[in-house]
Each structure stands twice: as C-alpha cells, then as structure tokens.
C-alpha cells in the first residue's frame, strides 16, 4: 500500500529524532499508531500533510483557547515581528502581560516570566527552597509538573502513558527529597507532613489535576494542603499551567478561593508561544537576583513576540469571559457521549470545568491516579482509533485532559457528536 505523507514524514523524523518527536507522548507508540503530521490548523479544525481534517479537542495541550490562528493573535504576531522579537531588555509589553496576569491572579503580588511550564515550577522548588531553608518537597502521584528533576516522581501524562514510575538520571539523593502521596487524600499526606516534620518546604499541587486525565481536587483536600503548610512554614504552590486561565479567568484558585503562596502558569498564557511565569508573595519573589541571592534568569524570558501573543489572547479572554460557554459546550459533548456508550453497555464517566474536560472508562469518576490507571485501557485506545478514523482528535491516552475552545460553535459540535456516534458504534 502507497505510504500517506504522514508515514513518510515520521519514518523520516525517526532518524533526527529519538522516536521521531520532541515530546513523548506525541509520538502514539503506546497505542501502536503512528502519529499524524500537521501542516495548518484554523478555529477548531486541524489539517494533515494528507489533508485530512480533524475536529481538535487538544489545543496544542491547552492553549488554543480563542481557537487555532485566532485572526487577534495573528494580527498582533504580524505587527510585532515589525518591531523585532526579543531585544534581551526590558520592554512595555512585559509590564503589559505581568498586569493583565496579576489583575486576575490577586496572590501573584509578583511576577517573573519564563519560557515553559517545566521552568516556572522548576523556579518555584528552587525559590521555596532557598526561602525556607529546607529541603523537602510533597507532590501528589499522577501530577505532573513538567520534566523537573525534583518532581519527575510518580509524575502523570507521558510520564504515566509509558509506565514509568520515575526516569533514570535523575540522583537518587534528589529523588528521596520529594516524597509522592495520594491525590485527594487528606489523611496520607497528614501523616508524610508530620513525618518529614520541619524539613518540609514546599507542598506542590495541581488543584484541578490535568495530567492524570482530568480530576478536580476536592475543596477539602485543598484546603489541608493550606493549613498544613501554615503549619509547617512551607510554602503551597500551585501548579496551575494548565489550569491558569483554562477553567476560569483566576485559574483554580478562584474558583476553590484558596490562596497558594506561589503559582506557576505556563500553556494559554502563552497564546501558543513558548511561554511559562510563575509568581507569588512579594516577600517571596524579592528573594530572587537581582534583589535577592536565589538566582533564575532567561536570555528569552519576556521576549517582544511571546508577550504580544499572551496579551491580545489574556485581554481578548478577559473581555469575552467564554468560561461558562465553554464548560456548557463541554457537558453538551460529554452528556451525548455518554448516552452514546450507555446504548454500547460500556461504562463511561466525565467532569468538566471551564474549557477543560475528561472521561473515563469506568462507571464512577476516578479521584486518584490509582483509580486512573483501573479504568479501562483498552477500550481507550479503540474509542481513540476510532475517533482518529473519523476525523476527531483527542488526546492519544487515558492520561491526558480535552481541551475545548470558543471556536467549537455549536455546529462544529454536532458534526462531532455525528462522528463520534458513527466511532462509537464502530468499536
Ligand atoms: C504542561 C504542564 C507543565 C509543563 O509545561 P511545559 O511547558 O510542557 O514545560 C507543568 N505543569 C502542568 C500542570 C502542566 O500541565
């Protein structure tokens, strides 16, 4: 059989790169399939090197919130390059998204930006650490926090896709300084805080989990995290790079109401471009160079062309606030599903908040990564093919959220939901 471009491309991207990818889990090995090469993408639908299109519920893992090639981010890319990309200096620009982030952000007092999520957490262990003096870290199994060496253990996304429990390379003296509990359970990570007693510095979290497919942290668990660190002088970050400016305009903070001490923000902020930031306390953030000892830089942290895309996409959000829309649409496309696969006596379960959503193959929704990694693998990968086959684009693993934005109208939906129900029944 005649090869697709897609075929030729990645037997091509093989010998450049390890597994022909610059980031795991594109690469589909874990369903057996080979990934699908992209030359465009406009609003909600992708097109492939073979010119097939799909209906796109990933976003570039988040980002497309206004849709791909939003004409208001375009606009604002185009004018910019006139101007130059990055002068390795100081610009307005950066001052301008620093204040549409800590407008909706009230515990951001301060603000550095990077270049991706893995660097904005990456400052932050390094920041907690340097400010309390201690050592010792608590993450949650089936969180992921980016690629950090302190915080690939137990991680979830790619890290899970490929059963891998932690990486190698990373020294096991680093590793013991980060100890891994149950998400959303209060009484494990009681007891962990109590043992590591006062070399704990720092509690990291996603509030609403999006690396595990998508779990919602209970409000209660949240708020242990709170007292426990005020308890212990840690500090709580909260990881909210994929939920920052996804679930709501204040991220998840907003919406349980609880203050962390430090938040790392990368993915929409970015507006597609290679952005992260993290920030916090004052007090905090003034311990970094060049008011503090505790260093962190960028040669192209708050480049010209990053800042303009995030700020046509934070100023257009912030007008529009499409929250509730998007997490109307989201229930609209998950309920149907779900219909579709009570018909097929399989069992399904979903959560949705703003423009991010998940579901499981299992009849109640799982609370943990245990819960997870028990619903059912196989029929994910055939809902997936099956899906793929009919030009719908979800993530390729159980271990992954959807992400929905405003360009999925409502008649892009029912189109979906006309796929989906002919994939459906096709499994
Ligand atoms: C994506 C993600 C990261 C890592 O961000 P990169 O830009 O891929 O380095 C960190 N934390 C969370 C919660 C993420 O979803």
């Known amino acids: 059989m005649k090869k697709t471009k897609s075929e030729i491309l990645f037997d091509q991207a093989q010998g450049l790169m390890p597994g022909g990818v610059n980031s795991p889990v594109r690469a ?4 057996n399939k080979n ?18 299109e799909y209906i796109d519920f990933v976003g570039s893992w988040g980002p497309m919130i206004l849709g791909h090639s939003n004409p208001i981010i375009v ?59 201690k050592n010792k870290i608590i993450k949650f199994t089936g969180c992921y926090h980016g690629h950090v060496d302190s915080l690939l ?4 996304s790619g890290v899970s896709t490929f059963g891998l429990p932690d990486s190698p390379g990373i020294p096991k003296d680093l590793a013991q300084l980060t100890h891994s509990c149950c998400y959303n359970d209060i009484e494990e990570v009681k007891s962990i805080a109590n043992e590591i007693g006062n070399d704990l510095a720092a ?23 709170r007292n426990l660190c005020n308890r212990n002088n840690a500090l709580l970050i909260f990881d909210e790079v994929m939920s920052g400016f996804r679930v709501s305009l204040g991220g998840a903070q907003e919406i349980y109401n609880i203050k962390p001490d430090l938040t790392a923000l990368g993915k929409v902020i970015g507006g597609g471009l290679p952005v992260g930031a993290f920030g916090g306390k004052e007090k905090i953030m003034n311990q970094l160079a060049p008011l503090g000892p505790i260093y962190q830089a960028g040669t192209l942290s708050g480049n010209s062309l990053a800042m303009s895309a995030g700020i046509a996409l934070l100023s257009t959000l912030i007008k529009e606030n499409p929250f509730q829309d998007l997490e109307n649409a989201s229930n609209h496309l998950l309920s149907s599903m779900k219909n579709m696969f009570k018909e097929k006596g399989m069992p399904f379960s979903s959560a949705t908040m703003g423009g991010m959503f998940g579901f499981f193959f299992s009849s109640t929704l799982p609370k943990n990564y245990k819960e997870v990694s028990q619903t059912d693998e196989n029929l994910f990968k055939k809902f997936f093919i099956s899906a793929l086959n009919h030009g719908i684009y979800f993530a390729p693993s159980k271990y992954e959220s959807g992400f929905i934005s405003t360009a999925h109208n409502q008649e892009i939906l ?14």
């Open 28 to 31: 589909f090995k874990n369903i």
């Open 35 to 52: 990934p699908i090469f992209f030359k465009s993408a406009k609003g909600s639908i992708l097109l492939d090197e073979d010119d097939n």
């Open 75 to 133: 606009k604002a890319l185009k004018k910019q390059l006139d101007y130059g990309v990055s002068y390795g200096a100081p610009t307005s620009l950066e001052n301008q998204l620093a204040t549409l982030i800590q407008d909706q952000f009230p515990t951001i007092e301060k603000i550095r930006m990077v270049n991706s999520g893995t660097e904005a957490t990456m400052s932050c262990i390094r920041l907690a650490r340097g400010y309390t003096g």
């Open 153 to 156: 253990v137990r991680a979830g």
């Open 203 to 225: 509690i990291i979290v996603e509030p609403v989990a999006g690396n595990m497919g998508f779990i919602p942290g209970d409000i209660d668990f949240l708020k242990t995290l």
């Open 414 to 427: 029912e189109i979906a939901l006309e796929k989906l129900d002919l994939a459906i029944k096709e499994i």
